[in-house]
Each structure stands twice: as C-alpha cells, then as structure tokens.
C-alpha cells in the first residue's frame, strides 16, 4: 500500500516534464550524453553515461527519455526518505509525510521534471545520508563506510556539491573511535575506484564523435576542467573558500535560505523543522548531530557561498535557489515528518483509536495541497518553447549559413537540434563569449566538414559571409562584442541578421523580402509562449524576446522599412510597454520568488 503515493508522485512527474527539450542547460546536456563528449565543467561523466543508458528506452524521444531519468532519481530520492524517516520513527504514515511534503514543493518538483544533473546528485547525496542514519541507530559496520567511499567517488563525476557529504560522514564516523579511522583509511582505494569515472573526460577527448565542450587531452587541461576553473570565482575551490568569512555573512545567508523554505514549505513548516530537530535529540543525540551538520552543509554553508548578499533578484533566486537546493528541502521535509509521531503517541495513550488511524490520514493529505499550484507553475507539458524557438530560428536561414550565438539558451538549443537531431547541420554554429575577443567552434564541428562550405569564415573574413546574406546572430552584436566595428545588427524574424556597417541599403530588400516571406514562423513560438503555463526563468526570457520581436515586426510594417529602427536595444523598453502580454501572462515566478525590487522594476 506505501507504494501508491511513489507511483502517484511517478506519474505526476511524468506527466508534467518537458515535451521535447528543456531550457538552461538542457542542449547542451542531451548533446554530451548522446555522443558520451564532455559537458560543461567539471564535465559530469557519470550523469552523462547514466542518461546515454537512459537513451535506449524504447519510448519518447532522447530528450524526453533523459528527462525520465530526473523523475527516477528524484522518486529513488523518495524512497530513501522514506527508509530514513521510518527508521527514526517506525512508522510508514510518518515518513510517507516527508515523502509528499517535499514531492510537491515548487523547486523539488521543477528539478524533477527537466533535463539537469541534480536529481542524480540528490540521490547520491540522500544515499549516503541513509548510510549515516543506518549507522547512529544501529551502530557501526564497516560495511557503511565502504559503501560511503565508493558513492563519494562516484558522485565527484556528477556535481560537487555531493562532497559536502565528507563533512557530516566524517565526523560521525569518527565518534566510532579508532576502528572507524582504520576502516576510513582503508576506504580511500574505494574512493579513487569510484573517481576513476573522471577519466571518461580525457578518454573520450580523443573520440572525433564525442561533443566536446571542453577537450580535456592531459592532466593540467583535465584539473582545470574538473575545478571548473573557468568560471573564475565561482570555481570549485573558490566558492568552497568564500564559505570560510565573516558571521554577517552567514546571517545574511540564512535569512535567505529561510526566505526559499518558506516559499517552498510555508511558514508552518519552520515550526514543524524546529519540533523535529528538538524530537530528533531525544531520539539519537549522534543522529540529530549527523543530520543536523548535513543540513549545514547543504543548506547554511551552501548559502553562504551562493546567496550570502542583501539583495537578490528574481534570476538569482531562479538560477541559484532553485536548483542547488534540492538536498537541503529534503533534509528540511525528514525533520518536519517527525513531529506527527507526537501525534501518534498521544492517541495511542488516549485510547483513541478511529483518530490514531483517520488523523495521521487527514494530516497527510496537506502536502497535496501544493500540487492544485504545481499544475500552474511547474506543469512542463506543453512547454514547447525552447523547441519552436530554436526550430524557428534555423529553419529560416538561408542554406550554409552562419550563426552566432550568446546566452546558454541559445547555444545549448542550437547544439540539440543541430548536433543530435541532425536539423539545419549546413549552418555552421559558432560562440561569441561577452567580453572575450575569441570564437567557439563547437556548434561548427568537425570543423574540415565546414571548411568547404564556409570558406569566407575559416579565411578569416566575415565580412564576405554577411555580404552574401548568410551572417546572423541570436543577439544584438554591441559594444561587448569585438565585431561591432564591423559588422551592425538587423532585426529579421525571432533573431539578427548581420550586416557590414556601411553597406546596409544594399541588404534592404533582402531583408524585407525574406522576412515578409518567413514572417508565418513567427507564429509557433507566439503560439507555445501564450500557451505553455509553466513558470521557468528561461522560458519567459526566451518568450521575452519573442514579444519584442513581435514589437518590432509590428512597428517595422506600420513603418513599410527595417531600417528606422538602427538600435534595438534602446528602443527596447518602449515596445516591451506595449507588448509585454505575452511574457506578463506566463511570468509566474514573480508569484513565488517574489521580491520587492522586481516589483519596482516591473512597474517602470
């Protein structure tokens, strides 16, 4: 009978995740498994070998059956909850509250339901906690530390956050005394076993079918990779260091994790933490010190290296708060599950059986309550924007084009339908980072395939390519951008087409023909982004930009040129005044992650 709510959460999950690919990372994710390449840094071996399996289920398509894998490690999850709570507690009703609790959260169930690598790192994570838990209730077995080595190896190829598990594991495991240090020793062979899924970065640098974000041949390029040493100050060791600093900056920290609890568990579930923890110390003082510092580590110390700042805006909170997190709401759900054994215990001295059995029962359909808001904000279904998009994009290019793209929404979109669907591969993709006076190949490779049909490119002269009309780009090329003493923006469609400065009255009419021609393909991603219902921050960006476009069309028709418009970006805000409906009506995250500078933002 426990088994019900899991197939339930199963098929609710199931239900309500992407059709075809997902926004953010998704691209470029679905790109590396496919072709077992590299992902972005540190790479993610492991989470790319698991969705290559993922990849021959006989149903859906590869995105969607990849997508299949967050639900199934997001319910494993679950299950491994459920297994904790009922061993702190013995009783099924008790933890299937925990279960359901944090099921239907915004931000548990938004990364359930997308192609991203923090379902599998949960589940390692949540594993290893049930390691721990095993071992403070009843007693040390060098089995559990075995076991723990291994999944700490294995999770350093998927996320890094799932070494934050070394804390909390340490130290309990030192309580044990001198056996549990020989058996930790003893251990680490298990722990390079299981980092050994690293390698795949550097063996599979070497395949010329492998999508390679970042090539990694030797050791240095491979630590550099794995450390993520190219975000800078968000590195791996660098964000682990900030964590060390100042006590304001933990409060700060807290604040806000506390502000992300509350908007997934309500206020009532601050109460039902604090009962917990105080339950959990007359449980198992060595349990409640094991949980206790895991729920530190992932959530106050994370915040502190993510959201230690007194102004957040709403893509901070999107992009860091709901996604990093998942580890710390579980954590925050096994606390608040146990309160309900009060409950349980005081009927059962009352005598009061018909409310010790139909209490518990009522009590537990509370968190279900979540799901009537889940079916407006976190229902992916028909989300088919990202898609349409990009599908938009490519299919009105002329043949043998050449695109540039900026922002992971378009870059990863682009390596999807181009790289793994096989769609549009005679354009040749290309990266221009902000800031950076250097080009990307990976949307462009093998690059000898190009070589013949790009040759004004790989010559060295873009010029030649935006003369011939085949130069376009998925933003504004500005200031930021090197070409912009060269080369000037055009809007044309749901993206730029570019032109070199000075000659523009000579692309006039290609322009306006081919864009009064293709103009009906604008109507799919109108279409998906008045109708998909789902809250995600990509989404409405992307939806963002297809609204201004929809402005500009409308101002450059009125206006019979396309050339009266010669700095978008400046004319921006007063088109978005007038066509913001569609972005308005589907911008349900300012409902959830609401702050008060979005707010003042959104009424200029």
């Known amino acids: 009978m426990f088994l019900a709510p899991f197939l339930f959460i199963t098929l609710v999950y199931t239900l309500f995740f992407y059709p075809v690919i997902s926004t953010g990372d998704g691209g470029g994710l679905a790109t590396a498994s496919q072709t077992l390449g590299i992902a972005h840094p540190p790479g993610c071996p492991l989470y790319l070998e698991v969705n290559k399996l993922l990849s021959f289920l006989p149903v859906g398509n590869i995105s969607e059956r990849m997508i299949f894998g967050s639900v199934l490690f997001s319910i494993l999850s679950l299950f491994l909850l459920f297994k904790i709570v009922k061993a702190l507690t013995e009783s ?44 403070s209730l009843k007693g040390y077995k060098k089995e559990y530390i075995y076991t723990s080595a291994l999944i700490l190896g294995l999770s350093s190829g998927n996320h890094h956050t799932a070494l934050f598990m070394l804390v909390p594991l340490a130290l309990l ?60 100050k968000a590195s791996s060791l660098e964000a682990v260091e900030s964590g060390f600093g100042f ?26 933490f604090l009962l917990g923890l105080f339950l959990l110390f007359k449980k198992s003082k060595r349990a409640f010190a094991f949980i206790l510092t895991s729920f530190f580590m992932f959530g106050i110390f994370l915040a502190k ?106 870059i990863f979109l682009s390596w999807y339908l181009k790289s793994l669907m096989g769609f549009r591969n005679d354009i040749c993709n290309v990266e221009i980072p902000p800031e950076e006076n250097s080009i990307y190949l990976r949307g462009c490779q093998p690059s000898d395939l190009y070589k013949a049909t790009h040759k004004e490119f790989f010559g060295g002269d873009l010029l030649d390519l935006a003369r011939d009309n085949r130069l376009f780009s998925s933003g504004h090329i500005d200031k930021s951008i090197f070409l912009s003493d060269a080369l000037s ?54 939806c963002k930009f297809v609204s201004y476009n929809f402005a500009m069309a409308s101002k450059i028709l009125e206006k019979k040129t396309l050339f009266t418009l010669s700095n978008p970006n400046e004319e921006i805000d007063t088109f978005m005044n007038m066509y913001f409906q569609i972005a308005q009506h589907n911008d349900l995250s300012k409902n959830f992650y609401y702050i008060e500078g979005e707010k003042k933002h959104d009424e200029r």
């Open 92 to 135: 099924s009703t008790v933890a299937l509250f925990g279960v359901v609790y944090v099921a239907f959260t915004y931000s548990f169930m938004g990364q359930s339901v997308v192609l991203k690598f923090y379902p599998l790192n949960l589940f390692l994570i949540t594993f290893l906690l049930y390691m721990g838990v095993l071992a």
């Open 173 to 232: 495991f030192l309580s044990f005394g001198k056996r549990a240090v020989v058996d930790g020793l003893k251990s680490i062979p298990l722990f390079l076993l299981g980092f050994t899924v690293n390698l795949h970065a550097i063996v599979r640098s070497y395949s010329e079918s492998a999508f390679l974000f970042m090539p990694t041949k030797d050791l240095s390029s491979f630590i550099y990779m794995f450390l993520r040493k190219p975000y800078g």
């Open 247 to 272: 006590l304001e900056g933990y409060v700060i920290a807290i604040k806000n994790l506390t502000f992300i609890l509350v908007k997934n568990f309500t206020f009532v579930g601050v109460f039902l």
């Open 305 to 410: 290296i993510t959201l230690a700042r007194e102004e957040l805006d709403i893509g901070h909170l999107y992009i860091v708060a709901h996604q990093y997190y998942m580890p710390a709401f579980l954590l925050f759900a096994l606390l608040c599950s146990l309160p309900l054994t009060v409950i349980y215990e005081f009927f059962k001295k009352k005598n009061m059986e018909l409310a010790y059995r139909v209490v518990p029962l009522v009590v537990l359909t509370f968190p279900l309550l979540f799901l009537f808001d889940r079916a407006l904000d976190q229902n992916f279904s028909r989300n088919y924007v990202p898609y349409s998009y990009m599908k938009t994009t490519l299919t009105t290019m002329p043949g043998y084009s050449f695109f540039i793209t900026r922002g992971d929404n378009a």
């Open 489 to 542: 923006s055009k809007f044309y469609l749901v993206y730029y087409k570019l032109v070199p400065k000075g000659e523009e009255d000579k692309h006039k009419r290609w322009i306006e023909d081919n864009f009064l021609y293709f103009q009906k393909f604008m109507f799919t991603p109108y279409r998906d982004c008045i109708s998909h219902k789902s809250d995600d921050y990509f989404t409405v960006n992307l």
